[in-house]
């Protein structure tokens, strides 16, 4: 074919494009449903019952493993358990949109919450046998591709039901509630484990966390069917489509060709499982107290989440003390950036320098204690396991809060970042789809230099380094990318029909 045939060919698929998002970008309205479908079919109720589903499942896996090494003594097998599950949760996240869109979010959901009772039944098993190690690391690859079908289904629904004014306020109502698995699991296991004089925690513990992920698998069939529902402003609620296994791939494509502004965020993708993973949970709280001390400082941790994402809401990106600090960083940075008096990307600019600020100050910090102890050290027979009890605990844990803020925030943060870019979930699902498996690579990656046992420092100062580069990278970003609102040449990058035939490139004028 000729140059100018393709050019021909080239300039008739943009116009037939453009015409078709003329079409699909003339957001449909409708008048909100009355008496209790009314409340049922709200969006923040929608969101509620999608936190609830993540409460039982990633809510629970979080505190199983922020008690450090998922509560055992072996944190090597925890280690490589974890590696077998982010290493397929990075593949599977990349090509989990297709099965969403044949089977819908809400059965997609329930497939992958199931991974979460198989994953804590694991640890069950090796508590009562010790030579099935195995299980761990099997279960572990099978909970990443599960974790990839909900986590999908999961970022496309929550992105979707907002209105640009609320997004920082859903983004944070959500993780406050799915961070609430971690506070009541760590709060389940400080209770069964208050009076232990060993380094493991007890079967109970186990068990009843295993009796709440199952019934936590079929919360997704009690929810509402998003292809029915309207925001709050009165426009419909786009129906969260995906392509097929070979478009899905070209979307990929079309998606960094179309907003290679994306990439600027990898850097921060990628460090926001391994700053908060391996390097807190296994070689702070696991390495430096007993177990008793843990399951509190794994209440603190996810507490302090929720408070972070409200306080970043309000401040701009809205955590009690661990899951305390995880709940209220969460809540403070969702806060933050929902503050509509200020132009929206002011208020990325200023989550971004509470984040450069919350960086090096925890993590200077952390370096006062990091510098006392190494692998070798508390490997001893001699080494004391730090317990509530004992003089100086408190400084202990509020660096373990601050922790838990950090994370919330940057959790929350690079979710508004991605809402920032689109309102269209078809867009908006290719985006934390690149989250999910960076995200995950770098857990991975973190969970393996733990495995093989790089020293305590090594991991620090790559962690450190991680995150400078993930703020550095995302500047630019927020500098030419994030606008009041967004417009149409920013929404549709691939419009999938409702039997996922159709598929559109949008090329901006």
């Not at 971690?182 to 009076?195: K, S, W």
Request: net charge neutral; hydrophobic share 45%; aromatic share 16%.
């Amino acid at each position: 074919m000729s140059l100018s045939e393709k050019e021909k060919e080239q300039s008739s698929f943009v116009h037939d494009l453009r015409q078709s998002n003329d079409s699909v970008l003339a957001e449909e309205t409708g008048t909100r449903p009355a008496g209790i479908r009314r409340w049922y079919e709200h969006t923040l109720t929608q969101v509620i019952m999608l936190g609830l589903v993540c409460f039982m499942g990633p809510g629970l896996f979080d505190a199983v493993n922020g008690l450090g090494a998922g509560g055992q003594v072996d944190a090597t097998t925890s280690a490589n358990g974890n590696t077998a599950l982010y290493a397929t949760f990075a593949f599977t996240a990349f090509f989990a949109g297709s099965i969403n869109n044949y089977l819908g979010p809400r059965l997609t959901l329930l497939l992958g919450s199931t991974g979460y009772s198989l994953y804590i039944g694991s640890y069950l098993a090796t508590n009562i046998h010790k030579n099935a190690g195995w299980f761990i690391i099997m279960a572990g690859a099978i909970l990443g591709v599960c974790a990839g079908l909900l986590w999908t289904a999961q970022g496309s629904l929550m992105l979707a039901y907002p209105t640009e004014q609320n997004k920082g306020l859903y983004i944070s109502i959500f993780w406050a509630t799915f961070n609430l698995g971690g506070v009541v699991g760590a709060a389940v296991a400080l209770g069964q484990n208050i009076h232990s004089q060993t380094n493991a925690v007890q079967n109970g513990t186990y068990i009843g966390f295993l009796a709440l992920t199952v019934s936590g698998v079929f919360i997704p069939m009690l929810m509402a069917d998003p292809k029915k529902m309207y925001r709050t402003d009165g426009t419909k609620v786009t129906a969260p489509r995906y392509p097929s296994w070979k478009k899905e791939v070209y979307s990929l494509y079309v998606a960094l060709v179309t907003d290679p502004a994306i990439v600027l965020l990898f850097p921060m993708f990628f460090a926001s499982n391994y700053f908060c993973k391996a390097e807190t949970f296994n070689d702070y709280n696991g390495a430096l107290f007993n177990i008793r001390t843990r399951a509190l400082n794994n209440l603190c941790y996810w507490t302090s989440q929720i408070v972070g994402k409200y306080t970043n809401h309000y401040l701009i990106f809205a955590s009690w003390n661990g899951w305390l600090g995880y709940e209220i960083g969460s809540a403070m940075m969702g806060l933050l950036l929902d503050l509509n008096y200020l132009p929206r990307r002011t208020r990325g600019f200023l989550g971004w320098g509470i984040l450069f600020v919350m960086v090096f100050g925890v993590h200077g910090w952390a370096y006062h204690y990091q510098k006392g102890y190494t692998r070798q050290s508390v490997a001893s027979p001699d080494f004391h396991k730090i317990d509530f009890n004992d003089k100086g605990y408190a400084a202990y844990i509020w660096l373990y809060i601050f922790f838990a803020f950090l994370d919330s925030m940057w959790q929350t943060a690079a979710y508004w970042m991605m809402g920032a870019m689109s309102n269209d979930p078809a867009k908006l699902a290719i985006f934390t789809g690149f989250y999910k498996s960076i995200q995950s690579a770098g857990g991975a990656g973190a969970w393996r230099a733990d495995a093989v046992g790089l020293p305590y420092m090594n991991i620090f100062a790559s962690t450190w380094a991680l995150l400078i580069a993930g703020l550095v990278f995302a500047l630019p970003m927020l500098y030419t990318r994030v606008k009041s609102t967004t417009t149409v040449e920013d929404e549709v990058i691939a419009r999938i029909g409702e039997d996922g035939s159709d598929f559109a490139e949008v090329v901006k004028p």
